[in-house]
């Protein structure tokens, strides 16, 4: 079966198994509709059926069988699916797409400092587009180009880098 990513997985939110998601603006609507979407665990596309959508600016889901925040961790920062079958042809992703945006969810890692934390989200700023990252404690940006960028590994969900000196101390 073939299957589009319409978004991803980000943080849990609260005790209860519910996890603050990600949907790429053409697919709310049919995300809003579904009774169930996919996501990828261990290589594997499993579907997760939807008990309930809330949140105004950020979609907060509860998914069945999902009853507490260890369970949601282990689909935490993951790509959010729907069978090919089920999207219209008429729902395109418009061309003026960010060229990282898919890096969403991946754990960026510093040639020096290790795991600096995940992409929460990809900024398009006036001069390139950045990475929003939680870094101890604090959020901040991380350029997204070739000069720092040393390799991508969308099998481990990985962005290897090499951060100029000072970046995270800002």
Do not use: C
Not at 54 to 65: A, C, K, Q, T
Not at 84 to 93: G, T
Request: no cysteine; net charge negative.
């Amino acid at each position: 079966m073939e299957y589009i990513q319409i978004g991803f997985t980000k943080k849990t939110h609260g005790v209860s198994g519910e996890l603050k998601i990600a949907i790429d603006e053409v697919f709310e609507d049919l995300f809003l509709s579904a009774e169930r979407v996919f996501i990828e665990v261990k290589g594997n596309k499993m579907p997760f059926f939807i008990e309930n959508i809330r949140g105004g600016g950020e979609l907060i889901v509860h998914f069945e069988d999902i009853t507490n925040k260890d369970q949601a961790l282990l689909i935490q920062s993951k790509g959010v699916f729907l069978p090919s079958s089920e999207v219209p042809a008429s729902l395109e992703i418009a061309d003026d797409s960010l060229e990282y945006s898919h890096l969403e969810g991946f754990s960026i890692i510093d040639k020096e400092a290790g795991v600096v934390g995940i992409i929460e989200e990809v900024l398009d700023m006036p001069q390139q587009e950045m990475a929003l990252i939680v870094f101890k404690n604090r959020e901040i940006l991380i350029p997204l180009n070739d000069a720092l960028i040393l390799k991508i590994d969308k099998k481990q969900k990985t962005v290897h880098v090499e951060l100029p000196d000072g970046l995270l101390d800002l």
